[in-house]
C-alpha cells in the first residue's frame, strides 16, 4: 500500500476494511522527497527557511518560517489600481529576487519552477521564495551531479518555462535567470509575455512552438509602447539579456530607443 494514501473508511465487514484511497504518484513522492532535502539545509535571508520535518508512516511534516504576507503577483495586481509596478518598486523586489537566486544556485541548488506565485511578500516588503518541490540539486561539494551540473527534466509552469527546457535540451541555473525575467516583465507590465493560460485548443507543444516564432514578433505588437515606457537599463535588462529576441528585433529595438 505503499503507493496508496487513504482518505476515509467507505465501510467494514466480517473480513475487511473498505477505505477509499487515492493514488499517490511517483512525481508526487520525488517533489516531497526535493522538498525535504532542501529547505532544512538553506540558508537566506530571501528564502523560505525550513526548521524540521516530522515523519510518520501516513504524512510528512515540514515545520517552515510563516510569511504574513501575499504572492508576488497579487502585490503587483493590487499595486495602486494601476495593476502594475513602477520601475523603482520593481528594481526593490528584483534586486531581492536575485539575491534570492544567487544563494539558492550557491547551494548547488535550482529552482526549476520559479515564478510570482512562488513568491511571498511579507510585512516591510521583502520577498521570500518558496515551493522547492521542483528543485533539483546539480552541485555537491564544488561538483557538478550531472555532467557539468545540468538536466533535462521538462517540468514547471509553462509561462515562465526557458526554451532549454521546452526544447529538451540540457540545461542548469541559467533557466531560473530566464524565470526571473518573465517576473520582472510580470512586475512592470501587469502580466506576463506569453499569458499564465495555456489556450485550450493548443497543445503545450504548440504553445511553445508559438513562443518561439515570437522571436520576430515579441510582446504582442506592443515593442514602440514597450520602449517608450521602460528605462534602457530595464529594456536591456529584460529583452538583451533575458528573451529569446532575434537580431532583427534588437536592431528594431536599439533604433527605437
Given at each position: 500500500?505503499?503507493?496508496?494514501e487513504?482518505?476515509?473508511?467507505?465501510?467494514?465487514?466480517?473480513?475487511?476494511?473498505?477505505?477509499?484511497?487515492?493514488?499517490?504518484?511517483?512525481?508526487?513522492?520525488?517533489?516531497?522527497?526535493?522538498?525535504?532535502?532542501?529547505?532544512?539545509?538553506?540558508?537566506?535571508?530571501?528564502?523560505?527557511?525550513?526548521?524540521?520535518?516530522?515523519?510518520?508512516?501516513?504524512?510528512?511534516?515540514?515545520?517552515?518560517?510563516?510569511?504574513?504576507?501575499?504572492?508576488?503577483?497579487?502585490?503587483?495586481?493590487?499595486?495602486?489600481?494601476?495593476g502594475?509596478?513602477?520601475?523603482?518598486?520593481?528594481?526593490?523586489f528584483?534586486?531581492?529576487?536575485?539575491?534570492?537566486?544567487?544563494?539558492?544556485?550557491?547551494?548547488?541548488?535550482?529552482?526549476?519552477?520559479?515564478?510570482?506565485?512562488?513568491?511571498?511578500?511579507?510585512?516591510?516588503?521583502?520577498?521570500?521564495?518558496?515551493?522547492?518541490?521542483?528543485?533539483?540539486?546539480?552541485?555537491?561539494?564544488?561538483?557538478?551531479?550531472?555532467?557539468?551540473?545540468?538536466?533535462?527534466?521538462?517540468?514547471?509552469?509553462?509561462?515562465?518555462?526557458?526554451?532549454?527546457?521546452?526544447?529538451?535540451?540540457?540545461?542548469?541555473?541559467e533557466?531560473?535567470?530566464w524565470?526571473?525575467g518573465?517576473?520582472?516583465?510580470?512586475?512592470?507590465?501587469?502580466?506576463?509575455?506569453?499569458?499564465?493560460?495555456?489556450?485550450?485548443?493548443?497543445?503545450?507543444?504548440?504553445?511553445?512552438?508559438?513562443?518561439?516564432?515570437?522571436?520576430?514578433?515579441?510582446?504582442?505588437?506592443?515593442?514602440?509602447?514597450?520602449?517608450?515606457?521602460?528605462?534602457?537599463?530595464?529594456?536591456?535588462?529584460?529583452?538583451?539579456?533575458?528573451?529569446?529576441?532575434?537580431d532583427?528585433?534588437?536592431?528594431?529595438?536599439?533604433?527605437?530607443?
Amino acid at each position: 500500500m505503499v503507493n496508496f494514501e487513504q482518505l476515509q473508511l467507505l465501510g467494514r465487514g466480517g473480513y475487511a476494511r473498505i477505505p477509499r484511497s487515492k493514488i499517490v504518484t511517483e512525481q508526487q513522492k520525488a517533489r516531497l522527497e526535493a522538498e525535504k532535502s532542501i529547505v532544512l539545509v538553506i540558508r537566506s535571508p530571501f528564502l523560505c527557511r525550513g526548521f524540521q520535518i516530522f515523519e510518520t508512516t501516513e504524512e510528512v511534516s515540514i515545520l517552515q518560517e510563516f510569511v504574513d504576507g501575499r504572492a508576488l503577483y497579487e502585490c503587483v495586481w493590487k499595486y495602486k489600481d494601476t495593476g502594475r509596478f513602477p520601475e523603482d518598486v520593481a528594481k526593490f523586489f528584483a534586486a531581492q529576487l536575485v539575491l534570492a537566486l544567487r544563494d539558492l544556485h550557491a547551494n548547488g541548488y535550482i529552482h526549476r519552477d520559479f515564478k510570482s506565485g512562488n513568491v511571498l511578500v511579507g510585512k516591510g516588503g521583502f520577498a521570500k521564495v518558496i515551493d522547492f518541490g521542483l528543485s533539483k540539486r546539480v552541485f555537491s561539494d564544488g561538483k557538478d551531479g550531472n555532467g557539468a551540473g545540468r538536466t533535462q527534466s521538462v517540468c514547471g509552469t509553462h509561462f515562465v518555462m526557458a526554451p532549454e527546457m521546452f526544447f529538451k535540451q540540457a540545461y542548469g541555473v541559467e533557466i531560473d535567470w530566464w524565470s526571473l525575467g518573465v517576473v520582472i516583465y510580470e512586475m512592470v507590465m501587469g502580466h506576463p509575455p506569453w499569458g499564465y493560460q495555456c489556450p485550450t485548443d493548443t497543445t503545450t507543444e504548440e504553445y511553445f512552438q508559438r513562443i518561439k516564432r515570437s522571436a520576430d514578433h515579441p510582446f504582442h505588437g506592443q515593442v514602440e509602447t514597450i520602449v517608450s515606457s521602460l528605462s534602457p537599463d530595464l529594456r536591456s535588462l529584460i529583452w538583451y539579456r533575458t528573451f529569446l529576441v532575434s537580431d532583427a528585433v534588437k536592431t528594431k529595438l536599439t533604433c527605437l530607443s
